[in-house]
């Protein structure tokens, strides 16, 4: 019982992440882009929900140079380790 809400807690979690990733690649490529009011509000609290964790590593972890470019692989490491731990819940 506890590992299926530990389940969908972290399903959740993932599914902010996923949105956050395709957010964060539309402003990347259309700078102008400026979501309705509602869509604002939505998309604050997926930030909210998913830049603790995100930051966290970003701080522990060592940033990786390419040439003049600095990697933060926070949200990275925050991906790999959601989709672990849905492995290690998923029900089988």
């Not at 530990?6 to 992440?17: E, S, T």
């Not at 949105?19 to 998309?43: Q, Y």
Request: charged content about 15%; hydrophobic content about 60%.
């Amino acid at each position: 019982m506890i590992r299926v809400i530990l389940y969908d807690i972290v399903f959740v979690f993932f599914v902010l992440l996923i949105i956050r990733m395709v957010v964060d690649s539309i402003r990347m490529f259309a700078h102008s882009w400026d979501p309705a009011r509602p869509l604002k509000l939505a998309l604050g609290l997926v930030y909210v929900t998913t830049d603790p964790p995100i930051d966290a590593l970003g701080k522990v972890l060592p940033r990786p140079r390419l040439g003049g470019i600095t990697i933060d692989l926070g949200f990275t490491v925050t991906f790999v380790i959601v989709v672990m731990l849905l492995s290690i819940l998923s029900v089988r």
